[in-house]
């Protein structure tokens, strides 16, 4: 059997692989286009929302009124470090960490505890 022709065939074309450098970055141009995708409606939201959620916990005093994750509503009777007393309902307070407030409601909402 003669293969001859085949191999001729592919030494035709040049050698296997071979590629310029501007059908190298075309090659990568669509990972550029889906990456940039995922961070302008994935990534970047995430972190500005994750922003946002750090400065409403930093910004948190005694008598604001919050909303935690948990769905508990209540006003801040005392700040510490990593936790609040909330006070839920006349003289019942808990205490929750700060990373549970999702939400500081203006003042005046909880009308009587």
Do not use: C, W
């Not at 409606?41 to 750090?54: D, G, N, T, V, Y």
């Amino acid at each position: 059997m003669n293969l001859s022709p085949i191999t001729s065939a592919f030494a035709a074309g040049g050698p296997a692989g071979a590629a310029g450098p501007e059908s190298v970055f075309l090659q990568f141009v669509p990972l550029l286009v889906i990456f940039a995708i995922f961070y302008f409606l994935l990534i970047r939201p995430q972190m500005k929302k994750a922003k946002e959620q750090r400065q409403l916990i930093a910004s948190v005093a005694k008598g604001d009124e919050v909303v935690t994750q948990g769905g508990l509503l209540g006003r801040i009777m005392q700040v510490g470090d990593e936790y609040l007393h909330l006070e839920v309902a006349e003289g019942v307070v808990v205490k929750i960490q700060k990373a549970a407030v999702t939400l500081l409601l203006p003042k005046g909402t909880i009308k009587k505890l």
